[in-house]
């Protein structure tokens, strides 16, 4: 049951051309052997490296910064069948999707030379340094300070659920450089800083998985050039709103669950019943629409706007998908989920029951979303 053609946007040539490609690579590589539910939280640096090589990371960049100038829909159709399989598409999910995309749009040309060809390369890794111990919703309230010295900043502060920060190279922070009470979204700049820069604490936290995907950052006295600030000096509210549209509106935030749904309908073949047939419809049913706006939002992005209400709605909607694939497969239906079943639905679904509670934290939590969405309709 790969992802099938819904949307009469995906039945142009080059995008039907680049599913065959990407299907081809994917059943070729030795990591597919298995598949991850959440497939964009397990981290394979090696994965990540064979799919730059092949040209699938930075896809729509230009060529000079070793991207590929492909359209916006043939990168999402390469994202769909990435999840659809399983991959372990952590290691360079973040640079692609958004630290790469924030480069290109706010960066200097020097900023761009130095890390874009390299995260096309799927040699560099990326991680987001918004949330902090007492500041993850309300992310204006950030308390990490750079202070602007002669020749650069300096940074103390700290980070949280910094995803593979001890695995990356470069965490894009968003840093408190001046004071305005009256209006705290002023003040705020962004700030790419390399991980192994001296001062930098990295501590992992574990999940309830069992995994250490998170991490705690203490700065202390970090120094970092002034080149590292990205974009201007007090404009970082407004280029992480552009970052988190990019964020929340993929097609991650309805597939990471996707392989699971197909390992059902393989069990459901072998023993057809109404039952499942009822609930792969319904799932299905529910899969196309959040599909077909996800995709309209990719093509807006594409252009250069910032659609941040319409992937509010997407990640909502996709994460109520995403949890209720695994409540309703675990709560009604079949045997089990046990992690270290050698059974791939067994496992499967253990894995997605796992990390569905994050699917409606990570991005924006669910209330967070809600209201943006409710703003947006003039309900509040
Ligand atoms: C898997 C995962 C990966 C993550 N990776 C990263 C990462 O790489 N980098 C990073 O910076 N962050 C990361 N995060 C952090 C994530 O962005 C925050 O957890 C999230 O923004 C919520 O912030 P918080 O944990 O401080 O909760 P809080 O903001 O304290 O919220 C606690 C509860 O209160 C509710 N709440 C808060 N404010 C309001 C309000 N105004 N109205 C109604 N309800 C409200 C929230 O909805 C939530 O239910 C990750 C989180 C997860 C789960």
Same mark, same amino acid.
């Given at each position: ?33 298995k598949p991850?539910?959440d497939?964009w ?6 994965f990540s490296?064979?799919?730059g ?11 000079r ?8 829909l043939?990168?999402?159709v390469v ?12 290691a360079h999910?973040?640079?692609d999707r958004?630290?790469g ?5 706010f ?10 060809p390299a995260?096309?390369?799927?040699e ?37 659920w ?5 695995? $990356?190279?470069? =965490? ?9 009470? +009256?209006?705290?979204? !002023? @003040?705020? %700049? ?41 974009g201007s000096?007090?404009?970082g ?18 597939l ?8 059902f ?6 023993q ?5 047939a009822?609930?792969i419809?319904?799932?299905? $049913?529910?899969? =196309? ?9 990719? +093509?807006?992005?594409? !252009? @250069?706007? %910032?659609?941040?209400?319409?992937a ?12 209720d ?9 079949v ?15 253990a ?10 934290i990570?991005?924006?939590?669910r ?14």
């Amino acid at each position: 049951m790969k992802t099938p053609n819904f949307d009469s946007r995906m039945n142009q040539p080059e995008l039907a051309r680049i599913r065959a490609e990407i299907r081809e690579f994917l059943a070729n590589d030795p990591s597919i052997a298995k598949p991850r539910a959440d497939s964009w939280s397990h981290f394979d640096a090696a994965f990540s490296g064979r799919l730059g090589r092949a040209g699938y990371i930075g896809m729509t960049w230009p060529k000079r910064y070793g991207g590929g100038e492909r359209s916006s829909l043939e990168r999402y159709v390469v994202i769909e069948e990435l999840l659809a399989a399983g991959a372990p598409a952590a290691a360079h999910w973040i640079a692609d999707r958004q630290t790469g995309p924030q480069l290109l749009r706010f960066g200097t040309e020097a900023q761009r030379q130095q890390v874009l060809p390299a995260i096309a390369r799927g040699e560099c890794f990326c991680s987001i340094g918004m949330s902090e111990p007492d500041s993850g919703s309300d992310l204006a309230s950030v308390r990490t300070r750079a202070t602007r010295t002669g020749d650069g900043w300096v940074i103390n502060g700290r980070k949280i659920w910094t995803s593979y920060a001890h695995q $990356s190279h470069y =965490v894009l922070m968003l840093c408190r450089t001046s004071d305005n009470p +009256a209006a705290r979204q !002023q @003040g705020l %700049s962004q700030i790419l800083v390399p991980l192994d820069v001296a001062g930098l604490t990295i501590r992992p936290i574990i999940n309830m998985a069992g995994a250490h995907d998170f991490n705690e950052l203490l700065f202390e006295d970090v120094q970092v050039p002034a080149d590292a600030l990205l974009g201007s000096e007090g404009k970082g509210w407004d280029q992480v709103i552009s970052e988190l549209a990019f964020e929340r509106s993929g097609p991650e935030r309805f597939l990471s669950s996707f392989v699971l749904l197909e390992a059902f309908a393989d069990l459901a073949r072998q023993q057809p019943s109404a039952e499942s047939a009822t609930l792969i419809g319904s799932m299905i $049913s529910r899969l =196309v629409p959040l599909r077909g706006m996800s995709m309209s939002i990719a +093509a807006r992005l594409g !252009q @250069g706007e %910032s659609p941040n209400f319409e992937a509010a709605l997407v990640k909502e909607m996709g994460s109520l998908f995403e949890q209720d694939i695994g409540d309703r497969l675990l709560g009604e239906i079949v045997p089990a989920a046990d992690p270290t079943s050698d059974d791939k639905f067994r496992r499967l679904l253990a894995e997605a029951v796992l990390h569905a509670p994050s699917f409606s934290i990570r991005g924006g939590t669910r209330e967070i979303l809600r209201g943006i969405i409710a703003r947006d309709l003039g309900l509040r």
